[in-house]
């Protein structure tokens, strides 16, 4: 009876990158080697399709021992089975935890639990994304929501020191986090026309801003968590579309700011006292979980649609924003200044992010 081996002996780990895309992207072995072949690899190497089927199987086979480092990637570093040097193993683990933006808006906001993973079939048909690929990044967002959920400390610093990933994706992943925590409400039809940069931008102005974490260093869960005595003390801000003379003040300062500076001045003025209530009430009702969580729902259906309706310019929103909220300082009973500019910061950058088609 005779037996054919191919058998592979070195030192250092040859791990192609073209393969490990493959195998990221859920490729079967089959389908990676019918992929291979087709871009030409046969021709490059005068190599026969056994032999490439043999170099892809071998391949895959690696990956999948690599993975149960990937899942702690500092292990990676003390293993002694695979030979790696440290700048492969740094693009090993950045492409391993990279992740599709079509994959994660579906996800967003969204509980990580096994209801959630259950759903991928659906996510899978409607992005495009191999199943296996959608498991493997879900199960990516989970674990890194688990490691650091509860840590001490900054969250994108957490995660780069437990997975050791750029600052960039360490960045992208603390939103994710964010939002699997929060709970934001980010499904409904009218906000779809948000990318994941979109909601992640904004969640990166939360984190900065309206987290235990943007006042006091030393707190635990910091960066996760809004902070709920800045939440509380919001509801001052109501002054400013209670009191008659306080708003009609306010309404004043903005007019002769905006004079002959934006397009849409009529409209503007027209429309300046719903608008100023629309953000202010959104204020105010944070306190409750519930509309914390319609947060971006309410600025686009209170705030951005009667915008667009009037045909507001970009430019001219960004003018109106900063002198709606820059003139707030000149009124002589308003005493929540500092209040106020935490959540206008806020509240402006999201919405000139969230302000398109």
Not at 204 to 210: E, G, N, T, V
């Amino acid at each position: 009876m005779s037996m054919e081996l191919d058998v592979f002996v070195g030192n250092t780990t040859i791990l192609d990158d073209e393969v490990y895309k493959l195998w990221l992207d859920g490729y079967t072995v089959n389908d990676a080697v019918r992929a291979r072949a087709e871009g030409g690899v046969l021709q490059r190497f005068d190599a026969s399709v056994e032999v490439l089927h043999s170099d892809t199987m071998d391949q895959f086979r690696t990956f999948q021992m690599c993975e149960r480092l990937l899942h702690c990637p500092s292990k990676l570093a003390n293993q002694l089975l695979f030979q790696i040097p440290p700048q492969r193993q740094a693009v090993l683990i950045e492409r391993y935890y990279t992740f599709d933006n079509a994959l994660a808006r579906e996800l967003l906001g969204k509980k990580l639990s096994k209801g959630t993973k259950k759903d991928l079939d659906d996510v899978s048909a409607k992005t495009g994304i191999a199943l296996k690929s959608c498991r493997r990044q879900f199960d990516n967002f989970k674990r890194v929501f688990k490691a650091v959920e509860e840590l001490r400390g900054p969250l994108v610093e957490n995660i780069q020191h437990h997975f050791l990933l750029s600052d960039r994706l360490a960045r992208d992943y603390a939103a994710i986090v964010f939002f699997a925590n929060s709970r934001f409400e980010t499904g409904k039809r009218k906000l779809q026309y948000l990318s994941f940069q979109d909601l992640a931008f904004c969640a990166r102005q939360l984190i900065s801003y309206w987290t235990v974490g943007a006042v006091d260093h030393f707190q635990e869960d910091m960066d996760v968590d809004l902070e709920k005595e800045f939440l509380h003390d919001l509801k001052d801000l109501k002054i400013l579309i209670t009191d008659k003379d306080l708003l009609d003040q306010h309404k004043s300062l903005v007019c002769a700011a905006l004079r002959g500076k934006i397009k849409v001045f009529n409209e503007m003025e027209a429309s300046f006292k719903n608008l100023s209530r629309a953000l202010v009430h959104i204020a105010a009702k944070l306190t409750h979980t519930k509309d914390v969580r319609d947060l971006f729902i309410d600025l686009v259906e209170k705030f951005i649609e009667p915008c667009r309706s009037d045909r507001w310019s970009v430019g001219d929103l960004r003018l109106f924003l900063t002198h709606y909220t820059s003139t707030a300082h000149k009124l002589d009973s308003f005493r929540h200044v500092a209040i106020w500019d935490r959540y206008m910061g806020v509240i402006k950058s999201c919405i000139l992010k969230m302000y398109h088609d």
